[in-house]
């Protein structure tokens, strides 16, 4: 329920009261949860007066929440511009870093705004605000009063503001925040970029966050759930009911014994459906509190029934399963909307994900939105949970060393209590790559803060992500640490193997290869560092940086060495910020780390990634691109994708000859090549042979012509109309016979009509400096995607792409409502 600043009347004020009340009763007649989301009230800069009760914010700008105000741009060489030397990658003097955070303005300061309507409470009824996290240091006043703060930007946290609420009356909620300059690696957003909550529950009542499940007992027939259950008040009873994922009741517990300030119940579940990435099934604990015979308050909370294990010379098994991590590590940005979270934005990173075989998420290197852990639990992807990227040593000037001392526990204890529930997660990571590794108190500080872990879930282990390989076989952090992780040093392993006692090694951060989508270099040779006059790196998946290394690399400790326990690469797709291999040179101010690049287009690399990971499907995909005109008769070598371990290449119909996958080099064993292609127009043909020497699958590529149409695909035709839902539609171009042009570049427009806003638009580019959210964008290596949003008005919505020289393109989409 949203409500509209400045347009209640006493009796509009009553009416608004009693829907409230008819909520609260379809809750149990105690509890009730708003999403904040509409009639925000924003301004960018100082104000020392908009926390005040009275303040009139009606020329400042109207927004939704989730909001990132730094998107919006420009973009900006000058923003954040940090001179540094970058020690974890090796730099030993200070250069000029121009779009290590973005280039996007987040620094400075914002304030935001709503009036809030609570109805007259109930005696001993509570209201709380919960943040799903603020962007940075927010300073939160209701009222015009200051009523809590918190420094993390990346963490939530929850006020109780019962005694500065005033029941029956329009409240003034407002909220600053600030984000200093040289404050973090790449682009962190800034703004309310997650959800903001109200909740109203009665006094006798489930505590914020007061639930925790666990499954600690599990056989084919019978699985023991231990529910740990904290409630304020006396002489209350605990009724808990267990449900399936139709909402049928399983099983049910009741009590009215607490030991230690909680409830403790073992319940029984028969038959359990155990989560897995392939199967994941969740299960509903329905949590009532009475006194006497009247219900107070209700809490549903979804887990899953499944068991982890790591065990030395084994490694990780779920459901008594020996399996390996197939992970990548995703940032927290959504490309073209930034920061501010978007569940189909996330939706679609994951349905991506899952086609490439991808099981496992490490949010990196901050704490997790609730919406990103949902999409998890319910589409089946384990989840290692990070929390920071600073300790007391600084990786930057402004980063979270200054909060490190004073803060690090109580953001652990939020991270952890928030989200303990979510069956995904099956690791928590309390560092990336911190400074802290060398040295005695670097030691102390990984025990304090995994034994903060174990204190709050002593079910699941704890690693950080360690880049001073040597450092910490010295000291004795790597060996203290529940799961040792290890960022790249692909050729430590054997030795932090047998100097760690815990008997296997994670690989919590690899690869790290660079590329462009669709851009290609020659001669074609394996390289570092390398960099190119157009700031963009070679799709053939060849390039790196000094500290990284290829995917084959990786792909050898996995399928060779036992005691790995899988990886998680770096990353699943392009972020904003911190451009390596070009961090020196405007414009570049995004990744080239991708497997997917910003728009969420699949590079070359998925298919590398997929024809390894994905065992349900095959996977055959050719590249370049085969359009060269003007390198006629020169080499241009042709890579394949592929699961199947043969294939011949054939150009315009004559056979180039079969290649066969072998362990003469890690490439050699991971794809098959053709290095010696001279390039004419014309059909590039790959065919795949089975292990019985037969074809069983094709690709090709074709000489395109002139650009002719465009064409417009959507990755879901039907949206909710909830004003959030947003549809991605893929536009390319193609000649006059439909083959796809590879090197379109001409800008085109964008149009939407009917009950949809055009939203956004990205191609991909880690040098454009286009907005995103102007209606005009250029292509980039042939494609783009345009963001078209709902509105709360179900119905037709139409999106019409025009461009010189080409046809238009028009797709129609649908909104409905639930």
């Known amino acids: 329920m949203n409500i509209r600043k400045k347009t209640f009347s006493k009796a509009g004020l009553k009416l608004l009261a009693a829907s409230f009340f008819a909520v609260l009763s379809a809750y149990g007649q105690n509890r009730v949860e708003i999403s904040l989301t509409d009639n925000w009230k924003f ?52 250069t000029e870093k121009t779009g290590r955070t973005g280039a996007l303005p987040y620094t400075g300061e914002g304030w935001y705004r709503n009036a809030i309507a609570i109805p007259a409470l109930k005696k001993g009824q509570r209201t709380l605000l919960v943040f799903d996290g603020a962007m940075s240091e927010p300073r939160v006043y209701l009222n015009g009063k200051l009523v809590g703060q918190w420094n993390y930007g990346y963490n939530s946290f929850y006020l109780d503001v019962t005694e500065q609420a005033l029941p029956g009356q329009i409240n003034s909620l407002a909220v600053h925040l600030s984000n200093r300059p040289k404050s973090s690696r790449w682009y962190p957003g800034a703004g309310l970029y997650r959800n903001v909550h109200l909740i109203i529950k009665d006094e006798l009542s489930i505590e914020q966050w007061g639930v925790s499940i666990t499954t600690p007992v599990i056989d084919a027939k019978l699985a023991k759930v231990n ?44 038959d359990p459906k155990l989560w897995s990435p392939e199967s994941p099934y969740l299960y509903t604990a329905v949590s009532k509190i009475y006194e006497g015979d009247v219900l107070k308050d209700e809490v549903k909370t979804r887990f899953g029934i499944r068991e982890i294990r790591y065990e030395a010379n084994k490694g990780f098994s779920l459901n008594g399963k020996v399996r390996k991590f197939k992970g990548v590590c995703l940032h927290h940005d959504l490309g073209p909307l930034g920061a501010a979270i978007n569940t189909a934005a996330l939706r679609r990173q994951l349905t991506i994900l899952k086609d490439m075989g991808c099981d496992a998420i490490r949010s990196s ?47 652990v204890v939020n991270l952890v ?103 290609y270099k020659f001669p074609v040779v394996k390289g570092k560092d390398k960099q190119y006059a157009d700031l963009q790196s070679s799709s ?74 994905n065992k349900e499907k095959s996977t055959l995909h050719i590249l370049p691109h085969w359009n060269w005109e003007g390198r006629e008769g020169e080499t241009t070598p042709v890579f394949v994708y592929t699961n199947y371990d043969s294939a011949e290449l054939f150009l315009n119909g004559k056979s180039m000859g079969i290649r066969k996958k072998n362990k003469e080099t890690p490439q050699d064993r991971y794809r098959l090549m053709w290095n010696d292609v001279k390039y004419e127009p014309g059909t590039l043909k790959v065919v795949a042979y089975g292990a019985d020497g037969k074809a069983v699958a094709e690709d090709k590529v074709i000489t395109a012509g002139k650009p002719y149409k465009i064409v417009l695909e959507a990755d879901r035709q039907e949206i909710n109309a909830d004003g959030k839902d947003i549809s991605y539609i893929t536009v390319s171009v193609v000649d006059k016979n439909g083959i796809p042009c590879p090197t379109a ?63 238009s393109g028009l797709i129609k989409l649908r909104s409905t409502s639930n």
């Open 43 to 94: 301004y960018r800069g100082e104000n020392e007066k908009a926390y005040e009760k009275t303040y009139n914010d009606k020329a400042w700008k109207t927004v939704r929440v989730p909001h990132d105000w730094a998107i919006s741009g420009p973009f900006d060489k000058e923003i954040d511009k940090q001179v540094v030397a970058i020690t974890q990658n090796g730099e030993t003097k200070p």
């Open 227 to 270: 529910i740990k259950t904290k409630a304020s008040g006396a002489n209350i009873r605990l009724v808990t009911d267990i449900m399936d994922q139709q909402g049928k009741r399983l099983s049910s517990s009741t009590t009215d014994q607490r030991f230690a300030e909680e409830f403790d119940q073992n319940i029984a579940v028969a």
């Open 365 to 411: 290197h901050n704490m997790p939105s609730p919406e990103q852990l949902e999409l998890c639990d319910e589409m089946g992807f384990m989840f290692l949970a990070e929390s920071f990227d600073e300790w007391a040593k600084p990786k930057v000037e402004n980063g979270y060393h200054l909060y490190f001392d004073t803060d690090a526990e109580k953001d």
């Open 417 to 519: 209590r928030a989200n303990r529930n979510h069956p995904s997660i099956v690791m928590w990571s309390s560092g990336n790559e911190v400074p802290d590794q060398w040295g005695a108190e670097g030691v102390k500080r990984a025990k304090w803060l995994q034994d903060i872990f174990h204190r709050e879930d002593p079910t699941r282990p704890v690693t950080v992500g360690m880049d001073q390989v040597k450092a910490t076989m010295e000291s004795g952090f790597g060996a203290l640490l529940d799961v040792p992780g290890l960022n790249y040093r692909v050729h430590l392993y054997p030795e932090a193997y047998k100097t760690f006692p815990q008997g296997f090694i994670l690989g919590s951060e690899t690869a790290s290869t660079v590329s462009s989508r669709g851009i």
């Open 540 to 613: 053939y998946d060849l390039e790196y940086c000094s500290w990284s290394n290829l995917p084959d690399d990786d792909f050898v400790l996995q399928d060779d060495m036992p005691w790995v326990i899988g990886e998680f690469v770096w990353t699943g797709f392009d972020y904003l910020g911190e451009p390596t291999p070009y961090d020196e040179m405007w414009p570049s101010r995004s990744s080239y780390f991708g497997i997917c690049d910003l728009a969420g287009i699949p590079k070359d690399r998925y298919y590398l990634y997929r024809s390894r990971w």
């Open 745 to 807: 570049s001409m800008p085109l427009k964008f149009k939407v009509s009917g009950t949809g806003v055009y939203k956004a638009a990205c191609n991909g580019d880690a040098t454009s400096l286009e907005s995103f959210e102007l209606p005009t964008m250029k292509l980039f290596s042939g494609k783009l995607v345009v963001l078209v949003q709902s509105t709360k008005q179900a119905g037709s919505i139409a999106l019409q792409v025009t461009g010189a020289a080409v046809k």
